[in-house]
Structures are given as structure tokens and as C-alpha cells.
């Protein structure tokens, strides 16, 4: 829903949609409605994955697959982010698995290429107006840590998003989490072990069943190497205006587009950025919705 997936000198709004995207749009739309009597079309019940940089405690439901993608600019350097993210149930909505690959452009002529992808596992601890799903994650060192893509070494990453509706029409999501990665190194091979934590919240108003208007806020500070066994801390503190919306088919098919405009405060103050989302999400057995 997510959110990091590395520990790379980040600028600013990419480094909250890596926070955000390791599996931040974990989210599973909500149940149909039952159609009425004499329809000839599946009924939908409202988008749950009504965040973009907060993780919602929605798992996949049985039978349904989500491609997502996100991408996100820093307007002063120009630096961005994109990520690939793809959910599946593991045999029921209770366990979900779940990949992000990032692809990577730090600025400062340092190119664009893959990041540290990660490999998530949430498991749904409980659902309904509470809904809680706590998330692990592998994160693979796939990223040129030289070229600020990665962190150079595996690490873990933990996640507990809530969920809370308080009513037809509004839905907030929190969320807390931190970040493990032994043996990270710079872009000159330094080595030293650095701990990052992200903290956020949302509020979602429904104006209607498929279109959602929200307001972000995301909290991160991360760690980098800056020498042998070595550390420097940088927070950064974003809040995010955003709107999206979705699209039915028949055949079960759903597009959401989204896009949101993040702004720094605090220690981030200055920054500005856009956030751009599109998500498809489908069946894929006879055990999904129709």
C-alpha cells in the first residue's frame, strides 16, 4: 500500500515512494455487493486501495492478481523512482505474497537502472472495520550501490499497516515500520550496518464508490553509510494531497489511476514532486469475484 527498499542517499519524494512501494499498494479491492436481481453486470464494492505512499491492511482476496505501477519525481533535481509491484494470494486472502522492482534515477547524471527489488509476505491478522496486516520483506541487493540504486548488501524490512473505517465515508490507514540492512556499503565500498525506520498516516474520503480523495502524510529517517562503519541520518517529512479513481468491466477487470502532489515540510521543507499511479487488477480462477 509500500515503503525502505534501499538505502541509498535518497532525494527527498523518491525516497518516501521507496518507502511507500516496497509494498505499499499491498491492497485488495473490497468485496462485490451482490448485484441486484435482474442485473446483468457484477456489482463492485468500494476501491480499498485508496493509498499511494501508506500501506493498507488489505490483503489480496482468493483468485485475484493486482499489477501495480508508481512513479515519482523530485522537481529540483529531477530525480525519480518507478516501481513495479505484483500481489498474489497464497492460497487464501489470510496469506499474501508479493515482488516490487524498482527502476532507479538518483540524479546528477548518475543514469537509471534497476534497484533493490523485495520479496513481501503479509499475513492478514484481522479484517473488518479493524483490519491489521503485518508485512515482512526480503530485500535483495539487485541495485549498483555505486550509482546510488541500492544498498550493496541484503537487508530486512518489517511493516504493520492498520486500517480503520470510521464510516461509509471515511477511511484512515496508519502505518509504522522499520528497516535492517547488515553490511551496507557506499559508492566506495565502505561498510557499516544501518537501521532506518518510516512512520505515516491517511485519511480517505470516499466521495464515491470509485473515487477517492486522500490526504498523505509520510515520515522517514534513514540511514547511509558515509564511512568505514560509519553512519550519517537524514529524516525527511512529506505530506500528500491526492486523488484517484477506478474503472469497471464486466469480466472483473479494474484500472485505478491516481496521482498525488507531495510537498515537503519540516526537515524537507522546499521539496516538491507528482506522484503518478495506475493499478489493473483481475481474476484469475473461478474463486474470485465475478
Not at 520479496?119 to 496486516?133: D, I
Not at 486500517?163 to 547488515?182: C, D, K, M, Q
Not at 502532489?261 to 487488477?281: A, K, M, N, Q, T
Request: aromatic share 8%; charged share 15%.
Amino acid at each position: 500500500m509500500s515503503p525502505s527498499i534501499d538505502s541509498v542517499r535518497r532525494s527527498g519524494i523518491v525516497g518516501c515512494l521507496l518507502i511507500g512501494l516496497t509494498a505499499a499498494q499491498v491492497a485488495a479491492q473490497a468485496p462485490p455487493k451482490k448485484p441486484a436481481p435482474q442485473s446483468t453486470q457484477p456489482a463492485r464494492g468500494p476501491i480499498e486501495d485508496n493509498s499511494f505512499l501508506i500501506e493498507e491492511a488489505y490483503n489480496q482476496e482468493a483468485g485475484v492478481v493486482q499489477h501495480i505501477s508508481a512513479f515519482a519525481l523530485q522537481r529540483a533535481t529531477r530525480a525519480w523512482a518507478y516501481a513495479f509491484t505484483q500481489e498474489w494470494p497464497f492460497f487464501s486472502q489470510r496469506h499474501q505474497l508479493s515482488y516490487t522492482v524498482p527502476i532507479i534515477s538518483a540524479g546528477r547524471g548518475t543514469g537509471s537502472g534497476v534497484g533493490d527489488v523485495a520479496l513481501n509476505y503479509r499475513y492478514q491478522l484481522a479484517t473488518g472495520p479493524r483490519a491489521v496486516a503485518p508485512r515482512l520483506s526480503l530485500l535483495v541487493p539487485s541495485g549498483d550501490e555505486r550509482r546510488e540504486r541500492g544498498a550493496g548488501a541484503a537487508g530486512l524490512q518489517v511493516n504493520l499497516p492498520v486500517s480503520l473505517e470510521h464510516s461509509s465515508r471515511f477511511v484512515t490507514h496508519w502505518n509504522a515500520g522499520a528497516t535492517l540492512i547488515p553490511s551496507a556499503k557506499d559508492a566506495i565500498g565502505n561498510e557499516a550496518t544501518t537501521r532506518s525506520y518510516n512512520a505515516g498516516g491517511s485519511i480517505i474520503w470516499l466521495a464515491q464508490s470509485a473515487l477517492n480523495f486522500m490526504l498523505e502524510v509520510v515520515w522517514a529517517s534513514d540511514e547511509a553509510v558515509s564511512g568505514p562503519s560509519q553512519r550519517v541520518r537524514e529524516r525527511s517529512l512529506f505530506i500528500a494531497p491526492g486523488v484517484r479513481g477506478a474503472i469497471d468491466f464486466p469480466s472483473g477487470l479494474q484500472i485505478v489511476p491516481g496521482m498525488g502532489v507531495p510537498i515537503g515540510i519540516g526537515p524537507s521543507r522546499g521539496e516538491r514532486g507528482l506522484f503518478l499511479y495506475l493499478s489493473f487488477e483481475h481474476p484469475f480462477s473461478k474463486r474470485a469475484r465475478p
